[in-house]
């Protein structure tokens, strides 16, 4: 295989440098920042979904050294804590579209019946215009297949949402300039009636100076749901740069109330897209920016705080943070991880496996992974991990608190013939007791090393507790 990477290649030069610099300056403790929340690839547009006690979180993803919009699949990432994500990889692309030619920009994906709908724009080839598909699948990572071979719904128009009414009744919004929704029958792959347009009033949606043509400061990515009663429509506002406003409503159509700002004009990128779930007690605010090296509003990055309501149901202001929320969980080592199962990632990227799912790969001298919260309980005894190597391999160290933090283990991994002819290794631990961050730090000679499919800790059965100690 082939091993190239264009994020690679750039960091090997000036540019990357420069963007160093600039992230240094942007995460001046970057071994403790868990925003944004992948690092590894551009993620843009975000729509989370709770799922049999996980966070499935929907993205698109904006090309290395993009300058434009250029978006060609969707990719799924999920998480039981809130810091440690596992990237499923792209189960949606525009070639599971056979009649879209391009721009595979901000979907939502919902759940009904043991089915998942995911709603996305992209450019009908035989028209030119954006329209809005909808991929279906069994399971919330995947494949997704298109329902119905053609668009849903067209007017050239973008950002679609899906909500389910406590009644049952479902609803699609999109829009930008203009706001629409149309009644989702039981099948969620077909309406009754025509689309409505939702009047954008300056009561309903704020008022925007010096463009008379978009009095109101709605512009795209309407997010809908219902809390306590009410209904609440969060949309990106007056482009641009944009900032994250809100209404409310008594109904899921209106009318239709301006509340005001939750995120103000932030993140090195001119666009924003929010995402509002609760989840295991807590409320969380996902939206997008411009963070990462060579971030830009071309390249984005998905991110996530948490909030509390007030009292009275208002949403309060929210600022982008690095450190992102707490965790909400400990991992257990004592049970297989994923090795894309990442809290921050440096220099790796991943790649599906020919094993299933995804592995971690284009790993290189100096590279390392964390991943936050491992609850040792009294301690591990040995570390195994699913490798493979075209090249003369190099070594695992797993270390403590941070990349240079407390080694515990070594594991050597040689060449297996191949980057996806796979083996097993295995290697003593010694002194990892209680919770800390695990880092994986990856050594050995120049070039790339190896790939890790999957990892365990192994140890005594009662060594998995909930420990306090970080």
Known sequence: MKRTSIRRRARRGIAWIASVVCVLALFPAVAKADNPIVQHIYTADPAPLVHNGRVYLYTGHDEDGSTNFTMREWRVWSSADMVNWTDHGSPMSLATFSWASSNAWAGHTIARNGTFYWYVPVTNRTTGRMAIGVGVSDSPTGPFRDALGRPLVENGEIDPAAFIDDTGQAYLYWGNPNL????LNADMISFSGSPTQIPLTTAGFGTRTGNPSRPTLYEEAPWVYKRNGLYYNVFAAECCSEFIAYSTAPGPTGPW?????IMPRQGRSFTNHPGIIDFKGSSYFFYHNGALPGGSGFTRSVAVERFTYNANGTIPTINMTTAGPPQVATLNPYVRQEAETIAWGTGIET?????GGMNVGWIENGDSIKVKGVAFGVGATSFTARVASATSGGNIELRLGSATGTLVGRCGVAGTGGWQNWTTV????????GTYDVYFRFTGASGYLFNVNWWQFNGTAESHSEGAER
């Open 257 to 261: 109330t301006y509340r005001g700002t």
């Open 180 to 183: 629409w929704y149309v009644r």
């Open 426 to 433: 295995s290697c003593p631990v010694s002194g990892a007791t």
């Open 351 to 355: 790649e599906p496996s020919s094993e």
